[in-house]
């Protein structure tokens, strides 16, 4: 059965901001690796809604720095490749010294563009 578009739900991520903040992550920080785009860039712009501030990473710097600004208030990138060790420890000196510590860390990847279907 398909329901018309009135009679379906919709997902509060593709609202439009009402500037309404709930405040859940008030005074929080949350880092998001992988936020530089799709699912975990709308999760960074719901968790500033709801207060916190984020730290967003990405492997391309101009991508990053887009959506920062897309973002807007209470956000910072850091460009940073999730596999390399070295770009990690900077990620959290960067952290550690503009906001103290993580409170929130969504650990997202990109996926191989390969064919990882088996057999």
Request: hydrophobic share 40%; with cysteine.
């Amino acid at each position: 059965m398909v329901r018309s578009k009135e009679e379906s739900p919709r997902c509060p991520a593709t609202q439009p901001n009402t500037g309404v903040i709930v405040g859940k992550l008030d005074g929080k920080v949350a880092v998001i690796t992988g936020g530089s785009s799709g699912m975990a860039l709308a999760g960074a712009r719901l968790f500033v809604q709801e207060g916190a501030h984020v730290v967003i990473t990405g492997r391309r710097k101009e991508v990053v720095d887009e959506a920062v600004m897309l973002i807007g208030r209470n956000a910072t990138g850091v460009q940073a490749d999730s596999a390399n060790l070295d770009d990690l420890d900077r990620l959290f000196d960067v952290v550690r010294r503009e906001k103290g510590a993580i409170d929130v860390l969504w650990a997202n990847a990109d996926w191989p563009q390969c064919d990882w279907r088996a057999g």
